[in-house]
């Protein structure tokens, strides 16, 4: 299931985030035509462009009609694309229409509605992959993707929002309505491996094959002087399944001088900074699948479910001597969802005050001991 999600999520965007970017609004058409043949000819293909129009009132560049194909047949169509803004920071790119069938590592055809940049950082992109990947922008969104091959629908998604950067501890991440056809996805794979693929298949879907999943999660540091504050909220919510929702903030203080996007970036918070407490609320909540846990895990061990939970039990409440009572909780919490005598686990941490980050990374079976955790089962 990965291999394909991530060809529908990530394979297509450098080709089509590279036709996004390389459309200048301030520029000449001549010089846009040249600028996108100049970036695919490396992939030894043929460049069709349709109309190239310029709207110098309203500081815009719109090309019609975008046409790729590469040496092996396969094809990149854009309806549409318009880029607002000067040629070498555009404010907002936009893209109507995009359409990829066949080409090398993606088999499947890809169709997205809308996809929109704002603020990328350079209108024509580099052609290398590396330089590619390490483009920035302020925000992303696409709009009416789906994946299909064999004309059948695999994957769809109503919508997708990226904003900020997670590297830096600053952005946000929606996912809306994603749909992933996990019986037809199986199918594809080799034969071997499809029997354990659908029994997992079967627990998170409940036997339909159909997996539907919603997300929101964002992050932003909040500053005070020479204290910092992460601030983080979010949720999963996989349909028949679960939801996971958190809230979690955590003031710090800081090097003098030091700001924790750039010590993130540098990927030295952990050495650097001091917890000053800090609370993280995490709720899990049973919409479904806990139960069918249940169920697999009495077939496997070949036992009933009643001898099953009673074994979970015993094992939940032997590990809560050893790691101690807040961690118990958790554990028997588990079990109690997966017996339905439960619906929702909420765990609610209280961080020290005045601790190093790198000490409590290094030495997480110590971490109950240090917070102070309330379990609540309902």
């Known amino acids: 299931m990965s291999r394909f999600m991530r060809r529908a999520a990530l394979l297509p965007l450098p080709v089509t985030l590279s036709l996004a970017l390389a459309a200048p609004a301030q520029a000449d058409p001549e010089r846009l035509e040249q600028d996108l043949r100049t970036l695919f ?38 309806d549409r694309y318009t880029v607002s803004g000067d040629y070498d920071a555009p404010s907002e790119v936009s893209l109507e229409g995009i359409r990829l069938k066949g080409l090398e590592g993606i088999p499947e055809a890809l169709e997205i509605e809308r996809l929109v940049l704002t603020e990328p950082d350079r209108a024509v992109p580099p052609p290398d992959d590396e330089a590619l990947s390490e483009m920035r922008f302020a ?17 769809s998604l109503a919508g997708l929002t990226l904003a900020g950067n997670f590297d830096e501890g600053d952005g946000s991440l929606r996912i809306e309505a994603l749909a992933v056809d996990l019986a037809r996805l199986i199918d ?48 999963v919510d996989l349909a028949e399944a679960l939801k996971l929702s958190y809230d979690l903030g955590l003031p710090m203080r800081l090097p003098e ?13 952990l050495e650097t900074a001091t917890l000053m407490g800090g609370d993280l609320q995490l709720t899990l909540s049973n919409q479904g699948l ?22 979970a039990r015993t094992q939940a409440e ?35 005050d005045e601790s190093p980050l790198d000490s409590l990374a290094a030495d997480p079976m110590a971490l109950p001991e240090i917070f102070d955790m309330r379990v609540d089962v309902r």
Not at 323 to 352: H, R, Y
Request: glycine letters at 10%; proline letters at 2%.
């Open 41 to 78: 000819e490396l992939d030894d293909g043929t460049l069709e462009i349709g109309d190239i129009s310029s709207a110098m009132v309203r500081d815009r560049l719109t090309a019609e009609s975008v046409y790729f194909t590469d040496h092996a047949g396969g094809e990149l169509w854009v």
């Open 139 to 155: 925000s992303l969104s696409l709009e009416a993707l789906s994946l299909a091959a064999d004309e059948e629908q695999l994957a």
């Open 188 to 235: 594809r794979v080799p034969e071997e491996e499809r029997d354990q693929l659908r029994m997992a298949s079967n627990v998170l879907t409940d036997g339909s094959g159909q997996l539907h999943l919603d997300a929101d999660i964002a992050a932003q540091w909040e500053e005070n002087g020479d204290e910092v504050r992460l601030v983080s909220e979010g949720y």
């Open 257 to 269: 001088g030091a700001d924790p996007a750039s010590l993130m970036a540098a990927d030295v918070l």
């Open 290 to 311: 806990f139960p069918r846990l249940l169920t697999l895990g009495a077939s496997l061990e070949g036992v009933s479910e009643a001898q099953y939970q009673e074994q």
């Open 318 to 352: 032997g590990f809560g001597m050893m790691l101690g009572e807040q961690v118990q909780g958790v554990l028997v919490g588990l079990v109690d969802m997966m017996a339905g005598s439960a619906d929702e686990l909420e765990i609610q941490l209280s961080l020290p």
